[in-house]
């Protein structure tokens, strides 16, 4: 049994590695999207002692939800699990537009809750800051919602540093979601010692920057979907990343594992971050990514995977 940890102050202890379900029935963003097999992925999840599952309105947009709702709602473990989900944007016929008012984020819970078949959200994230709403107004609403037991932790994702700092004035921040893996590691400087400071849970999402620090490219691998467009897979950089990549391997080889596992460990080793959420398409990779909870790197293991990636 793997052994839980809290996100933060929040309160909620889970399995450190989680589940992040935007190829559940989310159709905007992956189209060749099959939800018998996004259920199935979290059906496995739930029977594989994952508790963590992180979904948005945004994947779907609402589809995810009602998925992951439904094979929670069959697993019959709904008091065991953790689940987060994210509001703010609405879609409109010009695109995505981003609502922190109160009263939105109020109304986007209800909806949440509804589509998700439950009576309370574990987690709850604004997904996207909005140019109007200050920041700890829209917390605010967050914290009756949590008083009034809807929701039982806050979160933010994307809101950038001084954003954060703003919305968390009273303390009632318990999670932040942002971008960090070992080839942009930016957050080292801009948020974590903001986010160690309060003990604050910082969850990364692209952790195997689009699968590239999985090692399952070579110089060969040719990508023509929003990888390609990616820097990490521009010319010149895709091949020194790919020669990053490659010294990982070594590591992972003696431990007997792969390198996303090494990859997905080493975030485990940063105070600020207790648990990460990786993807999954199919069941047997839900299952895979669970080893990250059996890989032990060394001081120096965590020192030398440091160096290759400064």
């Given at each position: 049994m793997t052994k839980h940890v809290q996100l933060g102050k929040s309160g909620l202890y889970v399995n450190p590695v989680g589940l992040g379900t935007n190829a559940v029935g989310g159709h905007n963003l992956f189209p060749d999207t099959d939800e018998e097999?996004?259920?199935?992925?979290?059906r496995t999840a739930i029977d594989n002692g994952v508790n963590f599952l992180d979904t948005a309105y945004l994947y779907g947009p609402g589809r995810s939800e009602e998925l992951v709702g439904e094979v929670v709602k069959e697993s019959?473990?709904?008091?065991?699990?953790?689940?987060?989900t994210k509001v703010s944007p609405i879609f409109k016929d010009d695109g995505m537009v981003n609502d922190n008012s109160p009263d939105f984020l109020k109304q986007e819970v209800?909806?949440?809750?509804?589509?998700?078949?439950?009576?309370?959200i574990d987690l709850l994230y604004?997904?996207?800051?909005?140019?109007?709403t200050p920041e700890a107004e829209a917390v605010g609403a967050l914290k009756e919602l949590k008083d009034e037991g809807k929701i039982r932790s806050i979160g933010l994702s994307n809101f950038t540093p001084e954003q954060l700092k703003a919305a968390d004035q009273d303390g009632y921040v318990d999670v932040y979601q942002g971008e960090y893996n070992l080839l942009n590691r930016g957050a080292e400087n801009t948020f974590f010692p903001y986010t160690t400071e309060h003990n604050i849970s910082f969850i990364p999402f692209f952790p195997l920057a689009a699968g590239l620090l999985a090692g399952k490219y070579d110089k060969q691998s040719q990508f023509n979907d929003i990888r390609a467009n990616s820097p990490y897979f521009k010319e010149g950089a895709f091949e020194q990343n790919l020669a990053k990549v490659d010294k990982l391997r070594q590591i992972a080889d003696a431990k007997d594992a792969e390198v996303a596992h090494v990859v997905l460990a080493w975030y485990l080793t940063r105070d600020t971050i207790d648990a990460i959420i990786p993807g999954a398409k199919r069941a047997e990779q839900v299952l895979n990514n669970q080893k990250t909870n059996d890989v032990q790197l060394t001081n120096d293991e965590i020192q030398e995977i440091d160096r290759i990636f400064q």
């Open positions: 097999a996004g259920k199935e992925l979290v019959g473990k709904r008091s065991d699990l953790v689940i987060a209800e909806n949440s809750l509804k589509r998700l078949q439950t009576d309370y604004i997904h996207y800051p909005d140019e109007k």
